[in-house]
């Protein structure tokens, strides 16, 4: 029913409450945060896009589909514009989706009752995230906000740091920023939690007391800086040299050969 692997860590939960405050007061709301903390991951377990995004993408405006009582609840819609989007597009593309997840929610609540569902309208919707709002020209930005205006939604961009003082120079658009989000990477208690559930996955046990064991975790916090991207792929070489050396504990010495494999860009 969610992303599969999915941790609720601590900052998930605070952007959580940013997205219900963004959806309540029907705000612009901004969130940024550097390359692999887990934003995306985050927006789509929120709007429990794994499984609603491929029900979107079949749903065909037929009378005889079959309704998902199970998202009944779903307000949100994530767009990830392309590199090349339009502001038609943008237009064209919250349209589809908006009008897409109104049906589905009153095909849900009504299964039975076709003159409920009206199939051009968006007003069970109360959230539109965009998913990589760097990617949005100044047209386009003027596009979702025309949309944003014309509708009755609270909408979120995602983006990279920088992203606010970009938006910044444009005066209409950002004079209807409510809030403002910062998505920090993980702490260190949390990269405990964290580095515990993955030596399970690999059917080991940390002991933060054994002398060993914390100097691993120690080299891990410290070569990943918390991020969530870089944590997953130290993991699967740290996997991999365990296998490859038949060995059956991490030590600072695995740790390091395995961030030898890594490529790490500049850790931002
Ligand atoms: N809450 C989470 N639980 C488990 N893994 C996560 C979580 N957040 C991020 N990740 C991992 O980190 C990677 C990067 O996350 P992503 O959401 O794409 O980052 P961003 O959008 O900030 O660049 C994901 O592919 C996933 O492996
Ligand atoms: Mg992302």
Request: proline share 5%.
């Amino acid at each position: 029913m969610s992303e599969p692997g999915f941790i609720v860590t601590k900052e998930y939960r605070r952007f959580a409450e940013f997205c219900d405050a963004c959806r309540r007061e029907r705000h612009i709301g901004l969130c940024y945060g550097p390359p692999g903390v887990g934003k995306t991951l985050s927006a789509r377990r929120y709007a429990r896009w794994e499984v609603l995004g491929p029900v979107i993408e079949r749903h065909a405006f037929y009378a005889d589909i079959p309704s998902h009582p199970d998202l009944a609840e779903c307000r949100t819609v994530l767009f990830t514009p392309s590199v090349t989007t339009t502001p038609k597009r943008v237009d064209d593309e919250l349209t589809n989706l908006r009008h897409r997840l109104h049906a589905i929610i009153c095909e849900a609540l009504y299964p039975d009752d076709y003159q409920t569902i009206r199939y051009a309208d968006d007003r069970w919707i109360e959230l539109i995230i965009v998913d990589e709002a760097d990617r949005l020209n100044f047209p386009a930005l003027e596009q979702l906000r025309d949309v944003y205006d014309r509708g009755a939604f609270g909408v979120i961009l995602i983006g990279m740091p920088g992203i606010e003082k970009r938006l910044a120079r444009y005066a209409q658009f950002y004079s209807r920023v409510g809030f403002v989000y910062q998505f920090r990477a993980l702490s260190v208690e949390e990269m405990r939690f964290i580095l515990t559930h993955k030596w399970r996955e690999m059917g080991l046990t940390l002991a933060p007391d054994d002398f060993t064991d914390a100097e691993a975790l120690a080299a891990m916090i410290r070569i990943t800086g918390g991020n969530f991207r870089l944590v997953q792929r130290l993991c699967s070489q740290i996997a991999r040299i365990l296998e490859i050396n038949a060995l059956r504990t991490v030590t600072a010495e695995v740790v390091e050969a395995a961030r030898e494999n890594l490529v790490i860009g500049p850790l931002i």
